[in-house]
């Protein structure tokens, strides 16, 4: 339960995905069950009328999943995200609708007046489950499944294009000339300062490293995605490859490289995901 949850749970993507079939999911589901004495709500109206009224009530209630969501979104992208942590996050979302749709039944249509509220908000606890945890499941199964065959795919086409350890990779100046080309295998890890950014590689065993004017984020954009370089750090980007020790301390997570006289690489909160991301994908 303290692991961390996976990354497609809570990508805007997804997150969009999932609120827009939980909302479907909903309006079939009170106008099919009819659920939380909704019928009473109306009971006068045809059975046009209550489908709108009824849809439009479910929407108003469905501004909790959206609300939380985009809590969730924004809190993920600096902070981790445990199992249990997801879990109650959940079981919020359910209380706070049912909570909702309790109140709503109590006092809107005039039947709800005389039940009794622990009886409503029971009813409504279970039903706003049942609305919410079967598209959340079915929702999970199907990014989970999507996810896989994402990373499927992409070692197929590396493997296709022949993408390993060997490869090597140019770094530019900030003009786009060609500054140096280093060995992927041989490549230790880039730190910045400023407008400037210094290659630490391997050369004939000896540690060497080379300056250029360029920025830290132009490299993360553009040598990092089919190879195994990640930022870590604000200041910092790794090659995978030649990471031995991922050490966690008070002070934080720091990487220790496969090469004497080299320093401990930091791993930032912001960039902590984005870097486990990859590092599950190519550890073994």
């Known amino acids: 339960m303290n692991s961390k949850i996976p990354a497609y749970l809570y990508e805007k993507g997804n997150i969009i995905r999932l609120i827009l079939f939980t909302a479907l999911f909903a309006l079939l589901f009170i106008n099919i069950f009819q659920p939380f004495g909704s019928r009473n709500w109306y009971p006068e109206v045809s059975d046009f009328n209550y489908f709108v009224f009824s849809s439009l009530i479910i929407l ?25 942590q997801f879990s109650l996050w959940i079981l919020s979302e359910i209380l706070a609708m049912s909570l909702f749709y309790a109140l709503f ?19 409504c606890t279970i039903n706003t489950g049942l609305v919410l945890l079967l598209p ?3 929702s999970w199964l199907f990014f989970s ?19 390993h ?5 140019g770094f530019p100046d900030e003009k786009g000339e060609l500054k140096i080309s ?23 065993s000896k540690l060497s490293h080379y300056m250029i004017r360029n920025t830290l984020k132009w490299m993360e954009e553009n040598l990092t995605k089919e190879t195994l370089l990640v930022r870590c750090h604000r200041s910092y980007i790794v090659n995978l490859d030649k990471v031995k020790v991922l050490r966690k301390t008070k002070n934080g997570i720091y990487l220790e490289l496969d090469a004497e006289n080299t320093p401990d690489i930091p791993v930032s909160k912001t960039y902590y995901e984005r870097f486990m991301n990859k590092f599950s ?3 073994v």
């Open 60 to 84: 108003t209630g469905m501004l909790v999943v959206v609300i939380s969501r985009m809590f969730m979104l924004y809190y993920a992208r600096a902070h981790s995200i445990n199992f249990w």
């Open 105 to 123: 039944t109590k006092f809107i249509p005039k039947e709800g007046m005389n039940r009794d509220f622990m009886e409503i908000i029971q009813k």
């Open 136 to 138: 959340y499941s079915i």
């Open 145 to 163: 499944w999507k996810e896989k065959n994402r990373l499927i795919e992409k070692l197929q086409v590396e493997e296709t294009n022949g993408v």
């Open 165 to 169: 350890t060997k490869s090597m990779i």
């Open 182 to 204: 280093v060995m992927l295998e041989n490549l230790l890890y880039i730190d910045s300062a400023d407008n400037y950014a210094t290659i630490h590689y391997l050369n004939k």
């Open 281 to 283: 994908q190519y550890s």
